[in-house]
Protein backbone atom coordinates (compact mmCIF):
# COMPACT_ATOMS: atom_id res chain seq x y z
CA UNK A 1 0.00 0.00 0.00
CA UNK A 2 1.94 3.34 -0.96
CA UNK A 3 2.39 5.71 2.05
CA UNK A 4 0.21 8.58 2.64
CA UNK A 5 1.54 11.96 2.45
CA UNK A 6 0.53 15.53 2.84
CA UNK A 7 1.37 18.53 0.87
CA UNK A 8 1.30 21.84 2.97
CA UNK A 9 1.09 25.09 1.18
CA UNK A 10 4.16 26.72 3.07
CA UNK A 11 2.49 30.41 2.53
CA UNK A 12 -0.50 29.66 4.27
CA UNK A 13 1.70 27.85 7.39
CA UNK A 14 3.52 31.13 7.35
CA UNK A 15 -0.14 33.23 7.20
CA UNK A 16 -1.74 31.06 10.16
CA UNK A 17 1.25 31.34 12.10
CA UNK A 18 1.85 34.93 11.34
CA UNK A 19 -1.43 35.80 12.43
CA UNK A 20 -1.10 34.02 15.51
CA UNK A 21 1.87 36.25 16.28
CA UNK A 22 0.14 39.37 15.25
CA UNK A 23 -0.66 39.96 19.01
CA UNK A 24 2.56 40.30 20.75
CA UNK A 25 4.12 42.02 17.93
CA UNK A 26 1.99 44.97 18.05
CA UNK A 27 1.69 44.87 21.97
CA UNK A 28 5.72 44.63 21.78
CA UNK A 29 5.89 47.64 18.89
CA UNK A 30 3.70 49.53 21.66
CA UNK A 31 5.58 48.59 24.85
CA UNK A 32 8.89 49.62 23.22
CA UNK A 33 7.76 53.33 23.15
CA UNK A 34 7.02 55.32 26.46
CA UNK A 35 4.76 57.86 24.35
CA UNK A 36 3.14 55.51 22.81
CA UNK A 37 2.73 52.87 25.83
CA UNK A 38 1.55 56.00 27.87
CA UNK A 39 -1.62 56.88 25.03
CA UNK A 40 -2.70 53.44 25.42
CA UNK A 41 -2.65 53.92 29.65
CA UNK A 42 -3.96 57.37 29.45
CA UNK A 43 -7.45 56.47 27.40
CA UNK A 44 -6.10 58.99 25.37
CA UNK A 45 -5.71 56.64 22.17
CA UNK A 46 -9.30 57.14 20.14
CA UNK A 47 -10.68 54.40 16.99
CA UNK A 48 -11.74 57.06 13.92
CA UNK A 49 -12.98 56.47 10.27
CA UNK A 50 -13.96 59.04 7.30
CA UNK A 51 -11.31 60.74 5.34
CA UNK A 52 -10.19 63.42 8.82
CA UNK A 53 -11.00 64.09 12.30
CA UNK A 54 -12.38 66.58 13.56
CA UNK A 55 -11.67 67.36 17.41
CA UNK A 56 -13.55 70.36 19.16
CA UNK A 57 -11.60 73.07 20.36
CA UNK A 58 -12.15 76.37 21.86
CA UNK A 59 -10.14 79.84 20.25
CA UNK A 60 -12.90 82.48 21.93
CA UNK A 61 -14.77 82.40 24.84
CA UNK A 62 -18.71 82.57 24.66
CA UNK A 63 -20.15 86.37 25.08
CA UNK A 64 -23.43 85.26 26.68
CA UNK A 65 -22.13 84.34 30.16
CA UNK A 66 -22.06 86.57 32.62
CA UNK A 67 -23.83 87.81 36.50
CA UNK A 68 -27.44 88.85 36.77
CA UNK A 69 -29.67 90.30 39.49
CA UNK A 70 -33.30 88.98 40.57
CA UNK A 71 -35.83 89.42 37.67
CA UNK A 72 -33.51 91.39 35.20
CA UNK A 73 -33.26 91.40 31.79
CA UNK A 74 -30.32 90.55 29.41
CA UNK A 75 -29.62 90.09 25.69
CA UNK A 76 -28.22 87.34 24.08
CA UNK A 77 -25.29 87.63 21.25
CA UNK A 78 -25.64 85.40 18.49
CA UNK A 79 -22.51 83.25 18.33
CA UNK A 80 -21.66 80.62 15.41
CA UNK A 81 -21.54 76.69 15.84
CA UNK A 82 -18.06 75.62 17.78
CA UNK A 83 -14.60 75.44 16.59
CA UNK A 84 -13.53 72.17 15.50
CA UNK A 85 -9.64 71.13 14.66
CA UNK A 86 -9.63 69.46 11.20
CA UNK A 87 -7.15 66.55 10.88
CA UNK A 88 -7.56 66.25 7.28
CA UNK A 89 -4.50 63.60 6.49
CA UNK A 90 -3.84 60.13 7.73
CA UNK A 91 -0.35 58.83 7.77
CA UNK A 92 0.37 55.10 6.86
CA UNK A 93 2.86 52.87 7.80
CA UNK A 94 3.96 49.73 6.92
CA UNK A 95 6.26 47.02 7.93
CA UNK A 96 6.48 44.09 5.13
CA UNK A 97 8.00 40.88 5.92
CA UNK A 98 9.90 39.20 2.26
CA UNK A 99 10.86 35.43 2.04
CA UNK A 100 12.33 33.91 -0.77
CA UNK A 101 10.98 30.63 -1.60
CA UNK A 102 15.04 29.81 -1.62
CA UNK A 103 14.52 30.45 1.92
CA UNK A 104 11.65 28.19 1.68
CA UNK A 105 13.37 25.33 0.51
CA UNK A 106 16.65 25.72 3.84
CA UNK A 107 13.44 25.56 6.12
CA UNK A 108 11.42 22.86 4.98
CA UNK A 109 11.60 21.66 8.54
CA UNK A 110 8.14 22.64 10.62
CA UNK A 111 10.71 24.08 13.61
CA UNK A 112 12.83 25.65 11.01
CA UNK A 113 9.70 27.30 9.30
CA UNK A 114 8.37 29.11 12.57
CA UNK A 115 12.04 29.93 13.39
CA UNK A 116 12.60 31.92 9.88
CA UNK A 117 9.10 32.98 10.38
CA UNK A 118 9.87 34.61 13.90
CA UNK A 119 13.06 35.77 13.02
CA UNK A 120 11.39 37.85 9.62
CA UNK A 121 9.05 39.23 12.29
CA UNK A 122 11.34 40.36 15.23
CA UNK A 123 13.24 42.22 12.30
CA UNK A 124 9.85 44.09 11.29
CA UNK A 125 9.00 44.83 14.35
CA UNK A 126 12.68 46.29 15.48
CA UNK A 127 12.53 48.48 12.12
CA UNK A 128 8.55 49.63 12.88
CA UNK A 129 9.83 50.53 16.63
CA UNK A 130 12.42 52.67 15.23
CA UNK A 131 10.75 53.85 12.79
CA UNK A 132 7.74 54.83 14.27
CA UNK A 133 9.91 56.61 17.16
CA UNK A 134 11.44 58.64 14.76
CA UNK A 135 8.04 60.10 13.58
CA UNK A 136 7.12 60.86 16.75
CA UNK A 137 9.60 63.59 16.86
CA UNK A 138 9.50 64.61 13.64
CA UNK A 139 8.37 67.43 11.64
CA UNK A 140 6.49 65.45 9.06
CA UNK A 141 2.99 65.35 7.87
CA UNK A 142 0.98 67.31 5.31
CA UNK A 143 0.76 70.58 7.68
CA UNK A 144 4.32 71.52 8.16
CA UNK A 145 5.34 74.65 6.88
CA UNK A 146 9.24 73.06 6.91
CA UNK A 147 10.16 72.83 3.46
CA UNK A 148 11.61 69.39 2.36
CA UNK A 149 9.64 67.45 5.39
CA UNK A 150 8.00 64.22 4.07
CA UNK A 151 4.13 64.93 3.79
CA UNK A 152 3.47 60.89 3.85
CA UNK A 153 5.09 60.54 7.32
CA UNK A 154 3.51 60.88 10.65
CA UNK A 155 2.49 64.42 11.88
CA UNK A 156 4.85 64.45 15.04
CA UNK A 157 5.40 66.55 17.89
CA UNK A 158 7.60 68.71 15.44
CA UNK A 159 5.18 69.71 13.37
CA UNK A 160 2.67 70.97 16.00
CA UNK A 161 4.72 71.91 19.08
CA UNK A 162 7.34 74.76 18.47
CA UNK A 163 10.60 75.94 20.17
CA UNK A 164 9.22 79.49 19.73
CA UNK A 165 7.77 82.16 22.31
CA UNK A 166 4.06 82.89 20.19
CA UNK A 167 4.42 86.21 20.34
CA UNK A 168 4.54 89.10 18.21
CA UNK A 169 8.32 89.54 18.36
CA UNK A 170 8.92 85.45 18.14
CA UNK A 171 5.62 84.03 16.51
CA UNK A 172 5.23 80.22 15.97
CA UNK A 173 3.68 79.68 12.42
CA UNK A 174 3.04 75.94 12.16
CA UNK A 175 -0.68 75.31 11.61
CA UNK A 176 -2.20 72.65 13.56
CA UNK A 177 -5.45 71.12 12.70
CA UNK A 178 -6.32 74.02 10.21
CA UNK A 179 -5.79 76.37 12.54
CA UNK A 180 -2.97 79.12 12.31
CA UNK A 181 -1.06 79.76 15.18
CA UNK A 182 0.61 82.70 14.09
CA UNK A 183 -0.41 85.74 16.14
CA UNK A 184 0.99 88.23 13.43
CA UNK A 185 -1.25 86.68 11.24
CA UNK A 186 -4.59 86.54 12.36
CA UNK A 187 -3.50 83.54 14.48
CA UNK A 188 -5.22 82.38 18.04
CA UNK A 189 -3.05 83.29 20.61
CA UNK A 190 -4.68 80.46 22.80
CA UNK A 191 -3.57 77.56 19.94
CA UNK A 192 0.16 78.47 20.83
CA UNK A 193 2.62 76.03 22.79
CA UNK A 194 3.68 77.19 25.84
CA UNK A 195 7.84 77.63 25.90
CA UNK A 196 10.69 77.99 27.80
CA UNK A 197 14.58 78.79 27.45
CA UNK A 198 17.00 77.24 29.99
CA UNK A 199 20.51 79.41 30.29
CA UNK A 200 22.45 76.36 32.51
CA UNK A 201 20.28 73.53 33.73
CA UNK A 202 21.86 74.15 37.36
CA UNK A 203 20.91 77.58 37.26
CA UNK A 204 17.87 78.13 35.77
CA UNK A 205 16.76 74.51 34.88
CA UNK A 206 14.43 73.83 37.52
CA UNK A 207 12.45 77.13 37.38
CA UNK A 208 12.13 77.12 33.77
CA UNK A 209 10.50 73.71 34.14
CA UNK A 210 8.49 74.73 36.87
CA UNK A 211 6.98 77.82 34.73
CA UNK A 212 5.69 75.95 31.66
CA UNK A 213 4.77 73.27 34.04
CA UNK A 214 2.26 75.97 35.17
CA UNK A 215 1.69 77.75 32.47
CA UNK A 216 0.10 74.07 30.75
CA UNK A 217 -1.77 73.64 33.70
CA UNK A 218 -5.40 74.63 32.80
CA UNK A 219 -8.50 74.14 34.49
CA UNK A 220 -7.59 71.09 37.07
CA UNK A 221 -5.25 69.52 34.27
CA UNK A 222 -1.70 69.42 34.15
CA UNK A 223 1.15 67.67 31.68
CA UNK A 224 1.12 64.26 32.59
CA UNK A 225 4.18 63.09 30.70
CA UNK A 226 7.59 65.49 30.11
CA UNK A 227 9.92 63.54 26.99
CA UNK A 228 13.77 64.89 27.32
CA UNK A 229 16.67 64.87 25.93
CA UNK A 230 18.84 61.69 28.06
CA UNK A 231 21.77 64.35 28.59
CA UNK A 232 18.73 66.98 29.94
CA UNK A 233 17.68 64.02 32.09
CA UNK A 234 20.56 63.26 33.79
CA UNK A 235 21.05 66.95 34.35
CA UNK A 236 17.76 66.58 36.53
CA UNK A 237 18.74 63.42 38.33
CA UNK A 238 21.80 64.77 39.62
CA UNK A 239 19.76 68.42 41.36
CA UNK A 240 17.38 65.44 42.84
CA UNK A 241 18.80 63.92 46.11
CA UNK A 242 18.77 60.05 46.65
CA UNK A 243 16.51 59.86 49.19
CA UNK A 244 13.98 61.94 47.13
CA UNK A 245 13.88 60.00 44.12
CA UNK A 246 10.33 59.47 43.12
CA UNK A 247 9.34 57.30 40.08
CA UNK A 248 5.97 56.41 38.01
CA UNK A 249 6.40 52.65 38.95
CA UNK A 250 4.38 51.43 35.82
CA UNK A 251 6.53 53.09 33.55
CA UNK A 252 9.98 51.83 35.72
CA UNK A 253 8.00 48.07 35.65
CA UNK A 254 7.71 48.85 31.36
CA UNK A 255 11.51 49.18 31.76
CA UNK A 256 11.54 53.01 31.18
CA UNK A 257 13.82 54.99 33.46
CA UNK A 258 11.94 58.07 34.84
CA UNK A 259 12.01 60.54 38.01
CA UNK A 260 8.88 62.35 39.09
CA UNK A 261 9.01 66.31 38.40
CA UNK A 262 5.56 67.59 40.13
CA UNK A 263 4.15 64.33 40.53
CA UNK A 264 4.66 63.91 36.08
CA UNK A 265 7.42 61.28 34.86
CA UNK A 266 10.51 62.69 33.17
CA UNK A 267 11.19 60.37 30.64
CA UNK A 268 14.88 60.44 28.82
CA UNK A 269 14.36 59.50 25.03
CA UNK A 270 17.20 58.92 22.97
CA UNK A 271 15.42 60.30 19.69
CA UNK A 272 16.29 63.55 21.52
CA UNK A 273 19.60 63.00 22.57
CA UNK A 274 21.76 65.77 22.14
CA UNK A 275 18.96 68.18 21.09
CA UNK A 276 18.63 69.73 24.75
CA UNK A 277 14.71 69.70 24.06
CA UNK A 278 11.82 68.92 26.70
CA UNK A 279 8.70 68.03 25.69
CA UNK A 280 5.95 68.74 28.66
CA UNK A 281 2.65 66.93 26.94
CA UNK A 282 -1.01 67.10 28.01
CA UNK A 283 -2.65 63.77 26.93
CA UNK A 284 -5.64 62.96 29.86
CA UNK A 285 -4.68 65.54 32.22
CA UNK A 286 -4.83 63.19 35.19
CA UNK A 287 -2.01 61.26 36.71
CA UNK A 288 -1.41 58.07 35.23
CA UNK A 289 -2.21 54.58 37.48
CA UNK A 290 0.47 52.48 38.49
CA UNK A 291 -0.82 48.68 37.74
CA UNK A 292 -1.31 49.27 34.15
CA UNK A 293 -0.49 46.47 31.73
CA UNK A 294 -0.80 45.23 27.80
CA UNK A 295 -2.10 42.34 27.61
CA UNK A 296 -1.58 40.26 23.97
CA UNK A 297 -5.08 39.39 23.53
CA UNK A 298 -5.69 43.26 23.53
CA UNK A 299 -4.25 43.63 20.19
CA UNK A 300 -6.11 39.72 18.86
CA UNK A 301 -8.70 41.75 16.69
CA UNK A 302 -7.41 44.91 14.21
CA UNK A 303 -9.84 47.86 15.51
CA UNK A 304 -11.47 46.10 18.66
CA UNK A 305 -8.72 46.93 21.19
CA UNK A 306 -10.73 47.57 24.69
CA UNK A 307 -8.11 49.74 25.48
CA UNK A 308 -8.76 52.32 22.53
CA UNK A 309 -11.91 54.46 23.46
CA UNK A 310 -14.55 55.34 20.58
CA UNK A 311 -14.16 58.99 21.81
CA UNK A 312 -10.79 59.70 23.71
CA UNK A 313 -10.35 61.18 27.10
CA UNK A 314 -8.04 62.95 26.91
CA UNK A 315 -8.15 67.19 26.61
CA UNK A 316 -4.75 67.71 24.83
CA UNK A 317 -2.94 65.37 22.70
CA UNK A 318 -4.25 62.19 21.64
CA UNK A 319 -3.30 59.76 19.14
CA UNK A 320 -6.16 58.62 16.16
CA UNK A 321 -5.89 55.45 14.45
CA UNK A 322 -8.20 54.30 11.16
CA UNK A 323 -9.92 51.82 12.90
CA UNK A 324 -9.48 49.55 9.97
CA UNK A 325 -5.38 49.56 9.99
CA UNK A 326 -5.17 48.88 13.84
CA UNK A 327 -1.55 46.92 13.46
CA UNK A 328 -3.58 44.99 9.94
CA UNK A 329 -1.86 42.08 8.64
CA UNK A 330 -2.03 40.34 5.27
CA UNK A 331 -1.92 36.83 4.06
CA UNK A 332 1.75 35.73 2.85
CA UNK A 333 1.08 36.08 -1.05
CA UNK A 334 3.21 35.87 -4.27
CA UNK A 335 3.91 38.87 -6.00
CA UNK A 336 3.54 38.21 -10.21
CA UNK A 337 7.05 37.64 -11.97
CA UNK A 338 8.29 37.25 -8.28
CA UNK A 339 9.84 34.37 -6.19
CA UNK A 340 9.10 35.33 -2.77
CA UNK A 341 6.10 35.28 -0.65
CA UNK A 342 5.22 38.89 1.11
CA UNK A 343 3.08 39.75 4.18
CA UNK A 344 2.34 43.38 5.26
CA UNK A 345 1.34 45.15 8.50
CA UNK A 346 -0.27 48.41 8.11
CA UNK A 347 -1.06 51.02 10.83
CA UNK A 348 -2.61 54.16 9.86
CA UNK A 349 -2.65 57.06 12.22
CA UNK A 350 -2.64 60.49 13.11
CA UNK A 351 -1.70 63.06 16.18
CA UNK A 352 -4.76 65.12 17.41
CA UNK A 353 -4.92 68.00 19.69
CA UNK A 354 -7.83 69.55 20.92
CA UNK A 355 -5.77 72.16 23.28
CA UNK A 356 -2.27 73.40 21.76
CA UNK A 357 -2.16 75.57 24.80
CA UNK A 358 -1.67 72.58 27.07
CA UNK A 359 1.30 71.31 25.25
CA UNK A 360 5.13 72.72 26.10
CA UNK A 361 8.59 72.76 24.86
CA UNK A 362 11.61 73.55 26.73
CA UNK A 363 15.23 73.91 25.26
CA UNK A 364 18.66 75.75 25.82
CA UNK A 365 19.52 79.10 24.96
CA UNK A 366 22.58 78.16 23.23
CA UNK A 367 21.32 75.07 20.96
CA UNK A 368 23.03 72.48 23.34
CA UNK A 369 22.18 71.37 26.58
CA UNK A 370 24.38 73.14 29.37
CA UNK A 371 24.59 72.06 32.76
Not at 293 to 319: C, D, H, M, R, S
Request: glycine share 10%.
Amino acid sequence: MPAVTATIPFDRVYSTTAAAERSTVAMEIVQANPLLWHMYRQGSVIYEGGTECRVPVVLTESQNVGAIGTYATFSTTPEDGPDKARYPNWYKNRASMVIDNTELAQNRGKYQIVNLLQAKMAIAKISMVNDLARQMYADGGAETSTAGANVLELNGLGSMIEFLAGTAAQPQIQTVGGINKNVTTGGYANWTNQFGQIAAFGTDGLDTWEEVYMDCSQRGTHPDIILVDPIVYRFFKRLVAPNQEERDVALWNQGFENLLFNGTPVVPDEELNGTGRCYFLTTSGKRGVSDFNLKPEYFEVPGKNPLVQAKGTGIGLQLAILQSDDFRQTEFLTPPNSDVIISHTYFTSMFVSSSMSRQGAVNFAGGVPVF
